[in-house]
T-cell receptor, first 110, second 113 residues
Framework: GQQVMQIPQYQHVQEGEDFTTYCNSSTTLSNIQWYKQRPGGHPVFLIQ?????EVKKQKRLTFQFGEAKKNSSLHITATQTTDVGTYFCAGPLVKQKLVFGQGTRLTINP | KAGVTQTPRYLIKTRGQQVTLSCSPI?????VSWYQQTPGQGLQFLFE???????NKGNFPGRFSGRQFSNSRSEMNVSTLELGDSALYLC????????????FGSGTRLTVV
């Protein structure tokens, strides 16, 4: 069935190292959204990408939307302990149904 | 601007009972979606409501139902609870549906014993 796949499932890094999570959809998406969920918290919206090949930056975070609008990535430069959490991508595979990837759980060794 | 409010925050129920969870979206948001979050299955879509109409639903049994009121507040109901229904239930509101970002509430942690 239609789904959004995200890898890796877990990532442990040393503070200061970079981190990347990848998202792939089985279908072309009208947009891709990224969320962050801190341990014990709820998902918080980070950004939405709409255009083919779009790249957006938020401080140390860089988000990309693939040319075919079926894949996306989130890259964090020089991780900090505040980056700990689970990062989810999400896309509207079907109208009015936002489907989330399984998430990448990031842990950081200070 | 008040966020998305979910009540109650925690709930313990016995197998076979039913439960009703409530969600008040951000003022002006007419789209409300519900998700079930478990460690093994991630965020699973339950249903989406807009102006009191269910526009989409996920692959959950009929024991899971919901509704939305004219003030956009939404409720979801689970009848005949099973142990596997233990999860964090999250409500999210949006001004643009899937065309815009969702704002999630803090969730209701349901434990079925």
């Amino acid at each position: 069935g239609q789904q959004v796949m995200q890898i890796p499932q877990y990532q442990h890094v040393q503070e200061g190292e970079d981190f990347t999570t990848y998202c792939n959809s089985s279908t072309t998406l009208s947009n891709i959204q990224w969320y962050k969920q801190r341990p014990g918290g709820h998902p918080v919206f980070l950004i939405q990408l709409v255009k083919s090949g779009e790249v957006k930056k938020q401080k140390r975070l860089t988000f990309q939307f693939g040319e075919a609008k079926k894949n996306s990535s989130l890259h964090i430069t020089a991780t900090q302990t505040t980056d700990v959490g689970t990062y989810f991508c999400a896309g509207p595979l079907v109208k009015q149904k936002l489907v989330f990837g399984q998430g990448t759980r990031l842990t950081i060794n200070p | 601007k008040a966020g998305v409010t979910q009540t109650p925050r925690y709930l313990i129920k016995t197998r076979g009972q039913q439960v009703t969870l409530s969600c008040s979206p951000i003022s002006g948001h007419r789209s409300v979606s519900w998700y079930q979050q478990t460690p093994g299955q991630g965020l699973q879509f339950l249903f989406e409501y807009f102006s009191e109409t269910q526009r989409n639903k996920g692959n959950f049994p009929g024991r899971f139902s919901g509704r939305q009121f004219s003030n956009s507040r939404s409720e979801m109901n689970v009848s005949t609870l099973e142990l596997g229904d233990s999860a964090l239930y999250l409500c999210a509101s949006s001004a643009l549906g899937t065309d815009g970002g969702y704002t999630f509430g803090s969730g209701t942690r349901l434990t079925v014993v």
